[in-house]
């Protein structure tokens, strides 16, 4: 009976009348109030309003969107995945920070990073300096956006510099995480900068030097990671994209032009829908059976308004013979009572 109704409805007009069989169903009314409400709503189904079809074709525009959209989510996070185990593989991935050495801060910088999905530049140098406090000379390393090395100094009022061993620009991300990689690997381990420089001694950069013996070593290292550069930004982008690609960046990329009206409209349709089918489940899963709700009187407040109007004529045919029930009903609990 229910599926020889479907033949011929189109998607919108099945699922129109399967929402409000199905109601029916879950709540477990008798056959005749079923009888009721099956002729009349497969008619209403055949006939959607010119809102309800509007409605429905947003709804498959953005559905179809949306899965397109997640499909290639999920080619982008697969190359995310392979791009991270690549880049731990190289040690540049950068690893939980350790307190006190100044890596919680890069750490930070770094994550933040990933969040850009636009590629930009950085220098990352190697430089020899001397305090202006102390006299004692240092190798840092670090990274600017000045192209000269120089202006990174020109104006410290704590650091002067002696000697601008490497300058290489680099991908941000890349230079970034480069960066976080030769300190770690060339402090010693049980060095921790916060505590080996006082308020008075420090100065801008402090957590970011390295012992003056490992200054060949380093660079060495550094021009190694030239060489592969543009194949480690290259992995880095692809992390870059999985954390910033979202159904705006799949329109753009691949030139979907759709207003943000329309999506929204499609939106609010499927919320309301939602909702609309949930409230249904959860009303059949309170009445579930109940004629005496249903003809005691008591007017459910039913989402379909087939269900309304069946409602109404189960309601009116049982009220005589339920109101007789109910008395025959009380009057036995008397009698019970009285024994």
């Known amino acids: 009976?229910?599926?020889?109704a479907l033949e011929g409805m189109n998607p919108l007009q099945a699922y129109k009348f399967n929402e409000a069989m199905k109601f029916i169903i879950n709540a477990e009314f008798p056959d005749d109030y079923f009888e009721l409400i099956f002729e009349s709503e497969k008619e209403k189904s055949l006939n959607p309003s010119k809102k309800e079809i509007e409605n429905w074709q947003?709804?498959?525009?953005?559905?179809?969107?949306?899965?397109?959209?997640?499909?290639?989510?999920?080619?982008?996070?697969?190359?995310?995945?392979?791009?991270e185990?690549?880049?731990?593989?190289k040690g540049l991935y950068p690893s939980k920070p350790i307190e006190k050495t100044g890596d919680k801060g890069r750490f930070n910088n770094f994550k933040q990073e990933l969040n850009n999905n636009q590629i930009t530049y950085k220098s990352l140098y190697v430089v020899r300096i001397q305090s202006k406090i102390n006299d004692k000379k240092h190798i840092k390393i670090g990274i600017t956006s000045n192209t000269n090395i120089e202006k990174r100094f020109e104006n410290?009022?704590?650091?002067?510099?002696?000697?601008?061993?490497?300058?290489?620009?680099?991908?941000?991300?890349?230079?970034?995480a480069l960066e976080y990689f030769l300190i770690r690997k060339y402090r010693p381990n049980d060095y921790f900068a916060e505590k080996e420089f006082d308020e008075f001694s420090r100065f801008d950069g402090y957590t970011e030097i390295i012992p003056m013996k490992h200054t060949t070593e380093l660079c060495n290292d550094i021009?190694?990671?030239?060489?592969?550069?543009?194949?480690i930004s290259i992995e880095f982008q692809k992390l870059a994209k999985r954390n910033t690609y979202d159904m705006d960046a799949y329109l753009n990329e691949?030139?979907?032009?759709?207003?943000?009206?329309?999506?929204?409209?499609?939106?609010?349709?499927?919320?309301?829908?939602l909702k609309r089918e949930a409230a249904n489940k959860r009303l059949a899963g309170k009445v579930h059976g109940r004629t005496d709700i249903i003809s005691g009187g008591k007017l459910l407040v039913f989402e379909s308004t087939a269900a309304q109007e069946a409602h109404k004529a189960y309601s009116n045919k049982l009220s005589s013979k339920f109101r007789a029930q109910v008395?025959?009903?009380?009057?036995?609990?008397?009698?019970?009572?009285h024994l």
Do not use: C
């Open 223 to 231: 021009d190694a990671f030239i060489n592969d550069s543009e194949n």
């Open 1 to 4: 009976m229910w599926s020889k």
């Open 254 to 273: 691949n030139k979907i032009t759709l207003e943000k009206e329309t999506i929204d409209a499609a939106k609010a349709s499927i919320e309301k829908r």
């Open 327 to 337: 008395e025959e009903q009380r009057k036995l609990k008397q009698r019970i009572g």
């Open 85 to 89: 185990l690549t880049l731990k593989n």
């Open 156 to 176: 410290d009022d704590v650091l002067e510099l002696i000697e601008v061993i490497k300058n290489v620009k680099l991908e941000t991300k890349t230079a970034m």
């Open 58 to 83: 947003l709804e498959q525009e953005y559905k179809k969107l949306k899965s397109s959209y997640k499909r290639e989510h999920k080619k982008i996070d697969k190359e995310a995945n392979t791009a």
